[in-house]
């Protein structure tokens, strides 16, 4: 059959947990606040991740129950709902508390769903409070969006009015934008999961039409669809063609003429490909190595590929959800060898045995390859940059070609041929 070869691997995993998601849901919901029940490594990931003190809670809306605070308790539920209680009666204007689970096993024990439940009860809808995992037993970083975004998709209010949710964490300036272009199209009447203050939680049901604007929302979006939404099939917003694509999925949806998507699309498509041309010049024939971490990969590399010029060695990808993914996978080339899972130290050897120009991969994998010659980008960048819709293409490419702009200036007397050797790197 055409398209890519799919692969799956297992083994030892490098990748974030989704704890690290926090960072941006609290950016997004400044009036939410995470209860962390962790470890001290879980206390150190945030912090390294937000690069804030944890502690400053005031600022950050994150604080770690440490599994040293429940260890030998009698009852770490009464502990947990001690912590939790004084939180909310320190912070007032906190509107909903979302405990987060994680690894060590004295916390996998407690019911957070129980302790969710007993806490809202006790809290009369002064607050509320929700459950979801962010172990990196059961989940990589951006999972620990979708489990959050999840979690409230029970509290979305019903409603049967025509309009369009777009769902996944957006930055504000990128999703106003996006909203101002439905406007051109027509199509005006748009709410957004999660939204800017957690207590205005957009409506749901058989009139709603999803767009997800990021591609690792499988649970959040079987939610919505049990909630009577209908989930558009499209390219995700990444990349001028990609985004295009999106929008225009929503067009057909809401009858928007043909002639309208192109009028107000067409201008920007010419702009994005000025934007794009100094940055497909340095990429276009490089070959690229996308490590499985974000769910961003199948995207990404079809934005590289198609929009770049770039070859593609080997795109990795945690899971693989194909229902949602059909429209990313029917435009990789033939062949593209698409890795679900991860044993990394075979995907590290592949890695050297076909010495790509460009690897993208955790923070804990880069600083390895770098010494050994290799460019690496940090996929957790791209999750916190604003890359989404056509006017970002030229930034998101940027993304991509400046590593290898940079290498080309430490390196200028560097002979194209040497970078097979990794002596002369
Ligand atoms: Fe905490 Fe587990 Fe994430 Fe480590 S992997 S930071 S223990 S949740």
Same mark, same amino acid.
């Given at each position: 059959m055409a398209g890519p070869t799919l692969l799956k691997e297992s083994g030892p995993r490098e990748v974030f947990c989704g704890l690290t998601s926090i960072v941006w849901l609290h950016r997004r919901m400044p009036d939410a606040f995470f209860l962390v029940v962790g470890s001290r490594t879980c206390a150190h990931l945030i912090q390294s991740a937000a690069?804030?003190?944890?502690?400053?809670e005031p600022r950050f809306g994150t604080a770690i129950l440490s599994e040293r605070d429940l260890a030998?308790?009698?009852d770490a539920h009464e502990e947990l709902d001690r912590v939790a209680r004084e939180l909310l009666q320190r912070r007032p204007e906190i509107k909903t508390l979302f405990l987060v689970g994680s690894c060590p096993s004295e916390v996998i024990k407690l019911d957070l769903a129980r302790a969710a439940e007993r806490l809202n009860e006790e809290m009369q809808g002064q607050v509320r409070v929700v459950n979801y995992s962010g172990s990196g037993i059961e989940t990589t970083f951006t999972q620990g969006e979708d489990g959050a975004l999840a979690a409230l998709v029970p509290l979305l209010p019903d409603s049967d009015e025509r309009q369009l949710l777009l769902v996944g964490t957006l930055a504000d300036a990128v999703e106003d934008r996006l909203i101002h272009l439905f406007g051109r199209l027509g199509i005006s009447s748009i709410r957004s $999961?999660?939204?800017?203050?957690?207590?205005?939680l957009p409506a749901v049901g058989s009139g709603t039409t999803v767009l997800l604007?990021?591609?690792? $929302?499988t649970e959040t979006s079987r939610r919505l669809k049990d909630r009577g939404a209908r989930i558009l099939q499209a390219p995700f917003p990444l990349g001028a063609e990609g985004s295009r694509a999106w929008m225009a999925a929503a067009a057909e949806d809401f009858a928007v003429p043909p002639v309208t998507v192109e009028a107000v699309l067409n201008p920007l498509m010419a702009r994005a490909q000025q934007a794009l041309a100094p940055h497909r010049a340095m990429l276009e024939g490089k070959r690229i190595f996308l490590l499985p971490e974000s769910q961003l990969e199948l995207p990404l590399a079809r934005f590289l590929q198609r929009e770049c010029g770039m070859e593609l060695v080997e795109v990795g990808t945690p899971y693989l959800n194909r229902e949602q993914m059909r429209e990313e996978l029917a435009l990789l080339p033939e062949g593209t060898a698409v890795m679900e899972g991860q044993h990394v130290e075979q995907q590290l050897d592949r890695v050297r045995d076909s010495q790509p120009d460009l690897v993208v991969c955790g923070m804990g994998l880069a600083n390895p390859l770098e010494a050994e010659g290799i460019a690496t980008k940090w996929s957790i960048e791209l999750v916190f940059?604003?890359?989404?819709g056509i006017d970002q293409a030229g930034d998101l490419a940027e993304l991509f070609s400046r590593p290898l702009r940079r290498r080309q200036l430490i390196q200028p007397a560097l002979h194209p041929e040497a970078r097979h050797n990794p002596i002369h790197n």
């Open positions: 690069g804030v003190m944890i502690f400053a030998g308790l009698a $999961l999660p939204p800017r203050q957690s207590t205005e604007t990021q591609p690792y $929302l940059s604003p890359i989404h």
